[in-house]
C-alpha cells in the first residue's frame, strides 16, 4: 500500500499530509507554492479553462526558480511540487495535456466530469495525463459517496482520492454525508472490494488541529482545507471575501447547499448532482421568498460594481466557505498555519 508520503517526497516526513484546496480564483501559483514550501501539498485552482494552465503553471515553476525548495530537484527532473485542479465539466484534455508536459506538476486533482459518464471521462484523462507525463503527475480525483468511490476506483485508477463531506464549502454533491460515517465506510468499502491500498484524503469542515486529528482517527491519510486557506495574506481573495470569512461564525447555520451562487454569476454547466455550500446573505434569503432569478442576477450585478462592499449579511456576493467558517478567525500566513517551512 502506497502512503501520500512515499506518492510525494515532498510533504514533510512524520506529520500528516495537509492540502490545499485547488478553489478556482482563490488557490494561486503563490498559494500552491507557500503550501509546499512548509512542508503540505499546494494545488492550484486550474478550473474549467484549460487554456490557462500552461501561465498557472509557469509561474509557480518561476516562484520555485527564484526561491528553491531543497526536497525539489529540477536537474532530476522532478515534477514540480505543486499539484492543479481541473474542474472537468469545462476543462479541455486537448488543451491541458501540452502544459502538463510542459511544466509537469506532481499530481492533478479531477472533479465534476460531466453526465452522462463521468467515470469514463474521469478513466481517459487518468489513462492521457499518465501516458502524457510518464506517470510523473499521481491522480486526485474528488469524490462525495461511497459508491462514487467505488466506480472511480474501478474505472480510473486513482493514485489517491479525496473524501469530500457535506460540511465543505465549495462545490459538492448535493446529498451526502460528513465525513464522520463517509470517511470509514468508504475505506471499509474500498478495502472489500481489493481497493484498500488507494489512500484517502479527508474534506470538509476541517479548520484546526482537531479536525486534522479527527480525520486521521477515521481512516484518511491527509487532509484538505479550503476554508482555513481563505484567511491566509497567500490568497487571491478580496477584502470583502476574506473580511466575511471572519466576521462568520456557527457555519452549520450560518452557511446553506445552494445552486443560487451559480445562476447569479452564469455558471449554468455544473451537472445537477452538485451545489455549492456558501453563507447565506441576502441573495439566498430572496430567492427563498420568491424572487425571480432574473431579478435577483440583475442585482447582483449591481452589487458587484460596489467590490469589496458587495459582500457582508446585507450584501449578495459568493462567500463559498465550508461549516468550519466559525473556527477561522484571523490571517495567517501559510507557514503559520502549517507551522514551520519545508526548505
Not at 485542479?85 to 506538476?105: C, E, I, M, Y
Not at 453526465?115 to 501516458?131: F, G, V
Amino acid at each position: 500500500m502506497s502512503t501520500i508520503h512515499d506518492l510525494h517526497p515532498t510533504i514533510a516526513a512524520n506529520t500528516p499530509a495537509i492540502v490545499s484546496a485547488p478553489m478556482l480564483g482563490i488557490a494561486s501559483p503563490n498559494l500552491a507554492v507557500s503550501v509546499t514550501r512548509a512542508g503540505g501539498l499546494g494545488f492550484i485552482g486550474g478550473g474549467y479553462d484549460s487554456t490557462k494552465i500552461e501561465t498557472l503553471l509557469s509561474a509557480a515553476a518561476d516562484l520555485l526558480s527564484s526561491s528553491p525548495i531543497s526536497s525539489y530537484n529540477k536537474a532530476a527532473n522532478d515534477p514540480l511540487p505543486v499539484g492543479i485542479g481541473f474542474l472537468n465539466w469545462g476543462a479541455t484534455l486537448p488543451d491541458a495535456l501540452p502544459a502538463l508536459q510542459k511544466h509537469t506538476p506532481a499530481a492533478v486533482w479531477l472533479f465534476a466530469a460531466p453526465d452522462p459518464n463521468p467515470q469514463d471521462t474521469l478513466a481517459t484523462w487518468s489513462s492521457e495525463i499518465r501516458r502524457a507525463t510518464n506517470k510523473r503527475t499521481r491522480i486526485w480525483i474528488q469524490i462525495g459517496s461511497v459508491k462514487e468511490a467505488l466506480d472511480v476506483a474501478e474505472k480510473a485508477k486513482p493514485d489517491v482520492l479525496v473524501v469530500q463531506g457535506s460540511d465543505a464549502g465549495g462545490h459538492g454533491l448535493a446529498r451526502g454525508a460528513s465525513i464522520i460515517s463517509l470517511v470509514p465506510e468508504t475505506r471499509d468499502a474500498l478495502a472489500h472490494a481489493g481497493y484498500g491500498g488507494i489512500p484517502l484524503v479527508a474534506a470538509g469542515g476541517i479548520s484546526d488541529g482537531r479536525g486534522v486529528a479527527a480525520a486521521l482517527c477515521l481512516g484518511a491519510q491527509g487532509v484538505v482545507m479550503g476554508t482555513r486557506f481563505l484567511a491566509c495574506s497567500d490568497a487571491a481573495i478580496s477584502g470583502g471575501y476574506q473580511r466575511e470569512v471572519l466576521r462568520v461564525t456557527d457555519g452549520g447555520v450560518s452557511t446553506v447547499r445552494t445552486t443560487v451562487y451559480d445562476i447569479m454569476r452564469g455558471y449554468n454547466a455544473w451537472p445537477e448532482r452538485y451545489d455549492g455550500r456558501g453563507v447565506e446573505n441576502v441573495t439566498v434569503r430572496d430567492r427563498e421568498e420568491g424572487m425571480d432569478d432574473k431579478e435577483n442576477q440583475k442585482l447582483y450585478q449591481e452589487e458587484m460594481k460596489k467590490g469589496d462592499a458587495g459582500w457582508g449579511p446585507e450584501g449578495r456576493l459568493t462567500t463559498y466557505a465550508g461549516t468550519g467558517i466559525g473556527l477561522v478567525n484571523e490571517v495567517l500566513r501559510v507557514r503559520e498555519d502549517l507551522g514551520g517551512e519545508n526548505d
